[in-house]
């Protein structure tokens, strides 16, 4: 039975999506998202898997982690019950990632993992635009 506040399938966008990249999206949702959801409310899934054409057409880096190749799976989230800045600072400071940006251009978080701990380097940042540019911030 799936617990009411855990992420579905349907949430993440891996009803159709290739075996192992089901794995590599269930392991980022069963040891962050949900933990994360448990401790801080209801936050809302804005784009996970992305096969390539959806990837192309939203404008997704070629080697996107929400791609969810080579062990690697990624969300972009929404917090619906505390800050964006909330949720950011709570995911750097009790999880292990492989990128982590507070987007605030796009007022959302963007969090992806992989399956090999060493390749979860913990890198973080903030993104703003300035002037039509993006502007990344080390945090």
């Not at 929400?66 to 799976?73: D, M, R, T, V």
């Not at 969300?75 to 009790?94: G, H, S, V």
Request: charge should be neutral.
């Amino acid at each position: 039975m799936v617990r009411k506040n855990y992420f579905s399938d349907s949430e993440l966008h891996i009803e159709d999506a290739e075996l192992q990249e089901k794995v590599n999206m269930m392991y980022l949702r069963d040891s962050l998202l949900n933990p994360v959801r448990e401790a801080l409310g209801k936050i809302t899934c804005t784009s996970g898997h992305r096969n390539k054409e959806h990837n192309a057409r939203v404008g997704g880096a070629k080697n996107s982690h929400h791609l969810c190749l080579n062990g690697y799976a990624a969300t972009d989230l929404r917090p619906d019950k505390c800050t964006l800045e909330e949720l950011f600072w709570y995911i750097r400071n009790n999880f292990e990632y492989a990128e982590l940006i507070l987007e605030y251009d796009q007022g959302i978080v963007h969090v992806s993992k992989n399956l090999d701990h060493k390749k979860n380097i913990k890198r973080s940042s903030m993104r703003k635009v300035v002037n039509s540019e993006k502007i990344y911030e080390s945090a």
